[in-house]
C-alpha cells in the first residue's frame, strides 16, 4: 500500500513562501519519480513540477518557473517543494504524485496524496 502523505501548507501574504513536503511510504522510493500538482476551485488538477528518480531531471510550470523549486531526499523517501514569491493566483489544493514516468500530466501518476492546502493572500 503506498502513501503519500502531504504536510506544509497554510496562509501566507502576497510574496510569502512556503514549503510543502510530501513523506512517502510502501514504495521503494526512490526508483520513482515524483510530482507535484494543484487544484484550485472550479479548476482542473494542473502541473506544478515532477522530478525524476535520481533528482537530475527537473520540470517547472511556466507559471511557477523561478519562484519554485522541487527537491527530494530518497534517505528519507521524502519530496519538497520550496515556494517562494507567492501570489493570489497560487491558492490551491496542492498534491504530491508519484509515478514510473517522468511525465506532467496527472494521467501519469498513479498514487496520490491527500493534499495540502495552501492560500495566498493579496
Known amino acids: 500500500q503506498v502513501q503519500l502523505v502531504e504536510s506544509g501548507g497554510g496562509l501566507v501574504q502576497a510574496g510569502g513562501s512556503l514549503r510543502l513536503t510530501c513523506a512517502a511510504s510502501g514504495r521503494t522510493f526512490n526508483s520513482y519519480t515524483m510530482g507535484w500538482f494543484r487544484q484550485a476551485p472550479g479548476k482542473e488538477r494542473e502541473f506544478v513540477a515532477t522530478?525524476?528518480?535520481?533528482?537530475?531531471?527537473?520540470y517547472y510550470a511556466e507559471s511557477v518557473k523561478g519562484r519554485f523549486t522541487i527537491s527530494r531526499d530518497n534517505a528519507k523517501n521524502t519530496v519538497y517543494l520550496q515556494m517562494n514569491s507567492l501570489k493570489p493566483e497560487d491558492t490551491a489544493v496542492y498534491y504530491c504524485a508519484t509515478s514510473r514516468l517522468l511525465v506532467t500530466t496527472p494521467r501519469g501518476y498513479d498514487y496520490w496524496g491527500q493534499g495540502t492546502q495552501v492560500t495566498v493572500s493579496s
Open positions: 522530478i525524476a528518480w535520481d533528482a537530475i531531471d527537473r
